[in-house]
T-cell receptor, first 114, second 112 residues
Framework: NAGVTQTPKFRVLKTGQSMTLLCAQDMNHEYMYWYRQDPGMGLRLIHYSVGEGTTAKGEVPDGYNVSRLKKQNFLLGLESAAPSQTSVYFC?????????????FGNGTRLTVT | KQEVTQIPAALSVPEGENLVLNCSFTDSAIYNLQWFRQDPGKGLTSLLLIQSSQREQTSGRLNASLDKSSGRSTLYIAASQPGDSATYLCAVSTDSWGKLQFGAGTQVVVTP
């Protein structure tokens, strides 16, 4: 049972380049989330999804787009990377509304934008 | 806006001592509070989840308390071991959509 898998694990981009981060979960969870973690600031929510085909903005959505075409996958896109997007990105999934259960996190993608 | 604070930012204790980690939040209208452990270069592992109607949760050497009225939670780790060295994160959920507001974490080092 893999849980939540994120690819790639590391990436270096130049300013202005684009990329997509992939998150896959095999727990049949309805809800999925993208967070970023910066030193001294904890994790901040970028976007989330409450089911296949749905997406919603979190606390820091600017510069990112997401898609949830399949229930098990949640993609995070950076169309034009900026140095301020250097961070560690975490994907998480959960059972959904009405379930008081913990989120499951992937191991993160470390992104550096030069 | 919900603010979550963890003090201290770092903590070092000798092996065998009990660990006490603090978390405070500004809005008492929470859905649940969760404690996570994060090892260097790794993701977050859920330790305990306390529902808003509960006062505490226990798992092995770990015990977490919740006082909504004062906006505080405390994570106790009994008889600490070097393997407990990690960063501990507290997070609160303020709605049923599962979105979490995180504290910045407490980095713990347990010395042999």
């Amino acid at each position: 049972n893999a849980g939540v898998t994120q690819t790639p694990k590391f990436r270096v981009l130049k300013t202005g380049q684009s990329m997509t981060l992939l998150c896959a979960q095999d727990m049949n969870h309805e809800y999925m989330y993208w967070y970023r973690q910066d030193p001294g600031m904890g994790l901040r929510l970028i976007h989330y999804s409450v089911g296949e085909g749905t997406t919603a903005k979190g606390e820091v959505p600017d510069g990112y787009n997401v898609s949830r075409l399949k229930k098990q996958n949640f993609l995070l896109g950076l169309e034009s990377a900026a140095p301020s997007q250097t961070s560690v990105y975490f994907c998480a999934s959960g059972l959904g509304q009405g379930y008081n259960s913990p989120l499951h996190f992937g191991n993160g993608t470390r992104l550096t934008v030069t | 806006k919900q603010e979550v604070t963890q003090i201290p930012a770092a903590l070092s204790v000798p092996e065998g001592e009990n660990l006490v980690l603090n978390c405070s939040f500004t809005d008492s209208a929470i859905y649940n509070l969760q404690w996570f452990r994060q090892d260097p270069g790794k993701g977050l592992t859920s330790l305990l989840l306390i529902q808003s109607s509960q006062r505490e949760q226990t798992s092995g050497r770990l015990n977490a308390s919740l006082d909504k009225s004062s906006g505080r939670s405390t994570l106790y780790i009994a008889a600490s071991q070097p393997g407990d060295s990690a960063t501990y994160l507290c997070a609160v959920s303020t709605d049923s959509w599962g979105k979490l507001q995180f504290g910045a974490g407490t980095q713990v080092v347990v010395t042999p």
